[in-house]
């Protein structure tokens, strides 16, 4: 199944998505949710938050499991994947910190760390709702263009397009990581159902690419067009050319 929910703007968008995750959570409260980073799921992490705090959400019996993190950052790093989530999410709401999963970028052996997370996810039993964002060349998580399509957690090489992309978050491009530890197109398809927040105009062509365009590894998004369940949800903006 592939629904397109349309929200009139990023605020109307964040909340259908927070909806979303919500039911799940509802529905199944000791679920895996595979988490993202990006400007794109901030909006819905804060509305989630807000009905926590109203009562409206429990997250005590939640697991959750980030796509990626920057490899030579530490979690204590304001730039790594680990701190934007605790600031956006894991601190603010009941989420057992213990349960709550994102790859080491410190890891002195990467290639261990990749094969621990997908052991670890394996373990779990595997993520019923991931939640993803768009990258402006059509990656998921950090899985860029490519001949092919990486099945497990691996090491990536950045693209230009992202480094410059992500740099607005940094003080100097320098300082932006050129490495990073990303969950693997294989894992993404693996979880139970789908759930892609994209919004701004930015993004409105390489949304229709992805889900309407050739399925070929040099669009990582695009595979998402084999999967099951997949829930794609917008602001006008991004949705205007599909
Ligand atoms: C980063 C993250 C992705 C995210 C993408 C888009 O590269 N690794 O998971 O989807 O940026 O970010 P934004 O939502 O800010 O456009």
């Known amino acids: ?33 595979g988490l993202a980073t990006g400007s794109s799921p901030i909006g819905t992490y804060s509305q989630l938050i807000r009905w926590h705090e109203d009562g409206l959400i429990d997250f005590s019996g ?22 934007f989530m605790n600031r956006h999410l894991f601190d603010h709401v ?15 052996d990467t290639k261990k760390e990749c094969e621990r997370y997908d052991q670890m996810i394996h373990n779990l039993g595997g993520i019923d709702l991931q939640l ?23 090491q990536v090489n950045l693209t230009e397009s992202t480094i410059k992309a992500n740099s607005r978050f940094f003080d100097k491009t320098e300082d932006v990581p ?37 399925i070929t590894p040099q669009v990582p998004a695009s595979i998402l067009q084999f999967h099951k369940n997949v829930t794609l949800v917008g602001d006008e903006a991004a949705l205007s050319l599909i």
């Open 62 to 83: 939640v697991t959750s499991v980030n796509l990626d993190e920057y490899v030579g950052l530490d979690g204590s790093d304001d730039q790594s994947y680990r701190y």
């Open 132 to 154: 993803l964002g768009l990258g402006n060349n059509g990656h998921i998580g950090f899985n860029e263009p490519a001949d092919s399509f990486a099945k497990g957690t691996h």
């Open 1 to 33: 199944m592939f629904r397109i929910l349309r929200g009139k703007d990023y605020d109307d968008m964040s909340r259908i998505a927070a909806n979303v995750i919500s039911a799940q959570v509802t529905l199944m409260p000791e679920c895996v949710l």
């Open 94 to 108: 009941n989420i057992n910190p213990k349960n709550t999963y994102v790859p080491n970028g410190k890891a002195f």
């Open 178 to 214: 050129t490495q990073a530890l990303t969950m693997g197109i294989g894992n993404i398809l693996q979880a139970g159902k789908i759930l892609i927040v994209v919004n701004g105009e930015g993004k409105a062509d390489i949304v229709k690419k992805a889900f309407f365009g050739p």
